[in-house]
């Protein structure tokens, strides 16, 4: 890949960077740049994941592509089936749901990795490779984190296998703990075996399955393998609650689909019970569950095991299961997940005035956000869901939550399956919900199958999505696509967005760049606050940009946003050229071509104090030139072979 197409702009965003200019006037800038310190060697590339209310970060790197994402419970955020497991089905999903027109090249890097790193093919074929490497390592306070996870399961009485365990980062809990997730690693019994691919983590905790299902005992595969993932937290009553998803059943393994490479998914069980020792065996390493929507209390002192003192219960129910369904239908898996979570308090609602919120419906409980499954005949709909508590919630019992579908945000409009699927990733104390849309493959919208941003009103009877290519923010055109990755309680969006408007679908992928959104809420909203963004949506580059040349925060470009708090720091990631790009504009080289960059880590620390009322920043966005020659071979780095799926940019199917 050359480098030059990370950075050549499309001429509507030219436009869009020639209008912004020609309104600044002098020189200012409303963030700078701090590189986070990450261990020396935990791998080639860092990301920005998470922040706290103190400042601190954390995240996680790569060493290659992850193959499937880390961050999904179905493969792509779709494949509720299973059936996704080597190079000619990543292909096909390309082909029809990305629509590239290099999905042989895209495929092949994520099923074989890059740099000997990373890439499904390493993790399918551990057992008898016996050589696995972590691709993903987590980090914070410049040390790395869950270095051996806990387990009560030992694959055939193994050995564990230092370092072979992936680690992503999510969120800091209201507790100030990193909440993530990581895998078992490998267990060495003459093969390799794989407890879990995932299980998700806050501090030193790991968060077990389900135990029950539907009232009964679930089988004994579900607490040995099953998966969960962990992404917010809550403080209700005194206790502390972490928030995601875990699996409750078997998937259906009576399905060839399902099977790698002749491996028969389906003798993990014998006259209906599971085999004893099923990560032993070769044919197991790949098994997957039905997942839903879960709350873990965890004690505030957190044990180092997975079972001691961890509790977790399911929230709500899928939304129209058949009689007969049990946990499956159509060898499809039914699946929920909990992706944000509040508890209301309208006395710490930042409003301008100093007035007090008026409380609602919910106030002192806690609204949480995700996706549920919606059973349409035999397609189960993954569609994006605010779960709300019923009256006398008891959080010691199932199903405690009600979940309501948003309006807009689902699959089916009108007959026809417009989006593959569709998630909220966040809520505010303002119920404030963020989210994305996956448009399907075989309905693009100007040129691409993206992920449409959202935002909704949970506190409405009827929450319907406004997408924000629909404010008429330039940034944020008609068919762009991206990641809403968090809000803070200002109503303050960000996350990842197009950077360019050429064609994806028959064409390439398009650049992206990290991004904030001053939303103007109805709820929550700063006027001083929000003008000092001038009212609007920005690429976090125009922010940075102090018009310095030889000044520190020309040497990166934020191309994604991960975290905000309520100060206004942001955790990111950036591209750093040491020195500083040749200039301050948005497609400056690093050294002239042929200058290397990096992938790292980064804190965005506001300049001003952004409640001061006699705050001013004038902001200066980088300008656009055109460059006249390509990129040399000297300015390659890994991140330009892998960083959409390192970055977890959702391009899901619908089968």
Known sequence: MNCSRIFKLSAVATLVMASY????????????????????????ESYGSAIDETGNVAGDTRNGTDGLPFRDEAPFGLDNNFIYQDFDDIESYCYRQLGYNSCENWATREW????????????????????????????????????????????????????????????FSVDGEVMGTTSSGYYDFGNYGLAYRERGFVGTTILPPATTFEDAPVSDIVTQMGRTMAFDSFSYEGATYIVGSASVAPFDYGDSDKDYNGRDVGKCFSNGQSIADPAAEDYCQNFAFSNKGFIWNVPTVAPATEVDGVTGVAVAPWVNVASNDGATRDQKSYMSSVRGAVVPDSTLIPNEDESVADPTDYEGKPVLVGYNTLRDDNNLLMQAAIFYPNDGLDLTQDDQWTSKFISRAVVEDDGDYIYANTRATDINNNLMVIGESKRSGFYPENGAAANRIFVADASEETPSATYLSETGESIFFTGSGGEAKAVNNYNEIVGIIDAETAREYNGKQRRHRGFINPYDFDVGTHDTRRALFQNRAWWLDDLTNDDDASGNNNQFRIIAASDINDKGEIAATALYCAGGYDNTGHNAYCGGGTGTEAVVAVKLVPTVDLNALDATATITPRSVEQQSVERQGGSMAPWMLGLLGLIGLRR???K
Do not use: C, W
């Not at 002098?26 to 701090?34: F, K, P, R």
């Not at 869950?146 to 193994?158: C, F, K, L, Q, V």
């Open 652 to 654: 899901r199917l619908k």
């Open 21 to 44: 200019s020609a309104s600044a006037e002098t020189v200012n800038h409303l963030y700078d740049v701090v590189p986070v310190d990450v261990p020396d060697s935990l791998g080639l």
């Open 112 to 171: 074989l990795g890059i740099n000997d790193a990373g890439g499904l093919k390493r993790e399918r074929e551990a057992y008898y490779d016996k050589n696995y490497v972590a691709n993903a390592n987590g980090f914070a306070n410049n040390a790395q984190i869950m270095t051996s996870p806990a387990s009560d399961y030992t694959p055939g009485n193994g050995t564990f296998v230092a370092g072979s365990n992936n680690v992503i980062v999510n969120k």
